[in-house]
């Protein structure tokens, strides 16, 4: 499949509380990206990084990037109940147009 | 900045009847949009690649036949799905590429659902 695989699938945090995803990819890539997805919703775009980075934060967001593990992992800090949400990681092939997507981590914030 | 808008956000319709899907970057230029398919609790599915000007690259599997798609200008893109049934029952995702090289984003529509009946 060339389907990029995250973990954990689903996870159920409390508030106020750190939640870590992970994702892992197969190909080379020019960069990498996190998008958030709302129940029945669009996706929305999160953040970027650029294969030659290997840490990048924006806000609540912390994105780690390992191109020789071809892994990555999403940090959110201080989780709130709006955070709740499913998130994909993307990726695009080097010398292709296609983006090839994570299966997703469905996150579950308490409050 | 980086808007992209689908119509309708939802649809119903019979059986053996056509639907159009309109996605469109409101805030900037898109040579390159993407179609994609998304069932419940997965992720999404690649179904085409609609380049302006030229005709779009289906992926393996996709009928293009059945899932028409017209870039006819730098922020529009439609599909359309023809003779729809009710397998067809979806919800379709499009995005917009935005950036060069390294910051090459896509940026998503809100999601089209399909209904048929």
């Known amino acids: 499949s060339q389907q990029g695989e995250e973990d954990p699938q689903a996870l159920s945090i409390q508030e106020g509380e750190n939640a870590t995803m992970n994702c892992s990819y197969k190909?080379?890539?020019?960069?990498l990206q996190w998008y958030r997805q709302n129940s029945g919703r669009g996706l929305v775009h999160l953040i970027l990084?650029?294969?030659?980075?290997r840490e990048k934060h924006s806000g609540r967001l912390r994105v780690t990037l390992d191109t020789s593990k071809k892994s990555s992992s999403l940090l959110i800090t201080a989780s709130r109940a709006a955070d709740t949400a499913s998130y994909f990681c993307?990726?695009?092939?080097?010398?292709?147009?296609?983006?090839?997507f994570g299966t997703g981590t469905r996150l579950k914030v308490l409050a | 900045g980086a808007v992209v808008s689908q119509h309708p956000s939802w649809v119903i319709c019979k059986s053996g009847t056509s639907v159009k899907i309109e996605c469109r970057s409101l805030?900037?230029?898109?040579?390159?949009m993407f179609w994609y398919r998304q069932f419940p609790k997965q992720s999404l599915m690649l179904m085409a690649t609609?380049?302006?000007?030229?005709?779009?690259?289906?992926e393996q599997g996709v009928e293009k036949d059945k899932f028409l798609i017209n870039h006819a200008s730098l922020t529009l893109s439609t599909l359309t799905v023809t003779s729809a049934h009710p397998e067809d029952s979806s919800f379709y995702i499009c995005?917009?590429?935005?950036?060069?090289?390294?910051?090459?984003?896509?940026?998503f529509g809100p999601g089209t659902r399909l209904l048929v009946l």
């Open positions: 993307a990726t695009r092939t080097s010398g292709t147009y296609k983006y090839i």
């Open positions: 190909t080379s890539i020019n960069n």
């Open positions: 990084i650029r294969s030659n980075e």
């Open positions: 805030d900037f230029q898109a040579t390159t």
């Open positions: 609609s380049n302006e000007g030229s005709k779009a690259t289906y």
């Open positions: 995005s917009a590429l935005t950036g060069t090289g390294q910051q090459e984003t896509q940026y």
